[in-house]
């Protein structure tokens, strides 16, 4: 069975620096996705970004970067440039090629932002 | 455009009672589903769909049923609820198969109380 594992349940960072939160996982599949989902203190749970396992480019989005470590079956966001906004709970999710949504989520991060 | 809605945000049950959480996307999703969060848990999915007429059991269906008679609502039942049923539900839904595979928008997430 496929599972997910953040080993580093609150993470803290200063304003304006750089912070990577960490994440396993385990599969036997070949074609399958990662994603790094955020839920601010609103619940409202938000994609940040998205990794297909066939691409060895690392995926970014502005400020959003992950490291995407195949073999390791290792996958961490980078956040720079951190600001108050970032705070938020930070999931880390996977699924198996051909699944339309079925994702297996990690236990969560609580990123803290100090000003 | 309202994206995914759910209702009740809140609800507080005693043990024994029945109820529906209501969702409702406007975005022509083809895929739907049901996670429920609990803390320190992450996120885990109860039930999906993938289509009008089409449902299927995730990680933890037990005490749930759910029905899709049209392409927009997916509302998720419990039966006899139990004090383990105490919990954050969030619906999601995502595109048609093949397209943006476990890009999920969610609702807002219901609390539910079981007494």
């Known amino acids: 069975a496929q599972t997910v594992t953040q080993s580093q349940p609150e993470m803290s960072v200063q304003e304006a620096e750089t912070v990577t939160l960490s994440c396993t996982y385990d599969?036997?599949?070949?074609?399958?996705?990662l994603f790094w989902y955020k839920q601010p203190p609103s619940r409202q749970m938000i994609l940040v970004i998205r990794?297909?396992?066939?691409?060895?480019q690392n995926a970014t989005e502005n400020r959003f970067s992950v490291n995407f470590q195949k073999a390791a079956k290792s996958f961490s966001l980078k956040i720079s440039d951190s600001q108050l906004g970032d705070a938020a709970m930070y999931f880390c999710?996977?699924?198996?090629?051909?699944?339309?949504?079925?994702?297996?989520f990690g236990k969560g991060t609580k990123l803290s932002v100090k000003p | 455009n309202a994206g995914v809605t759910q209702t009740p945000k809140f609800q507080v049950l005693k043990t024994g009672q029945s109820m529906t959480l209501q969702c409702a996307q406007d975005?022509?999703?083809?895929?739907m589903s049901w996670y429920r969060q609990d803390p320190g848990m992450g996120l885990r999915l109860i039930h999906y769909?993938?289509?009008?007429?089409?449902?299927d059991q995730g990680e933890v269906p037990n005490g749930y049923n759910v029905s899709r008679s049209t392409t927009e609502d997916f509302p998720l039942r419990l039966l006899s609820a139990a004090p383990s049923q105490t919990s954050v539900y969030f619906c999601?839904?995502?595109?048609?198969?093949?397209?943006?595979?476990?890009?999920?928008?969610f609702g807002e997430g219901s609390r539910l109380t079981v007494l």
């Open positions: 769909s993938v289509g009008a007429g089409i449902t």
């Open positions: 999710a996977y699924t198996r090629g051909g699944s339309q949504g079925n994702l297996i």
């Open positions: 999601a839904s995502s595109y048609g198969p093949g397209l943006h595979p476990g890009e999920l928008f």
């Open positions: 975005m022509n999703h083809e895929y």
């Open positions: 990794q297909e396992a066939y691409k060895q």
């Open positions: 599969t036997s599949e070949s074609d399958y996705y």
